[in-house]
Nanobody
């Protein structure tokens, strides 16, 4: 029963904020690099942000840098994505994923290999 479960998505106006959570059960997140990915209808999956096992290193793609912040609370076995200044182009299903086989960075976010995936939470940014 090893699972990642995302929550916190919803409908927001442009400029609004959301905080997504990725809660793990059956696995200990401090063993894993955690990534956030998103996919809009008709679009390829896009890596957004990642965080290292200890939470001391993060990486975000340019399109969200300065607006999104990834963090983790290993004691609570949870990873967060704080999303500020949301834009319509941020509309997508957001997924968290974990891997014990890659470091957080651009290369990881452009890869497809992960050990576990959540089922996603929808973020819609619209007026």
């Amino acid at each position: 029963q090893r699972q990642l479960v995302e929550s916190g998505g919803g409908l927001v106006q442009p400029g609004g904020s959301l905080r997504l959570s990725c809660a793990a059960s059956g696995l200990t997140l401090d063993y894993y690099t955690i990534g956030w990915f998103r996919q809009a209808p008709g679009k390829e999956r896009e890596g957004v942000s990642c965080i290292s096992r200890a939470g001391t290193s993060t990486y975000s793609v340019d399109s969200v840098k300065g607006r999104f912040t990834v963090s983790r609370d290993n004691a609570r076995n949870t990873v967060y994505l704080q999303m500020n200044s949301l834009k319509p182009e941020d509309t997508a299903g957001y997924y968290c994923a974990s891997t014990g086989r890659a470091l957080c960075g651009r290369a990881y976010l452009t890869s497809i290999t992960n050990d576990y995936w959540g089922q996603g939470t929808q973020v819609t940014v619209s007026s």
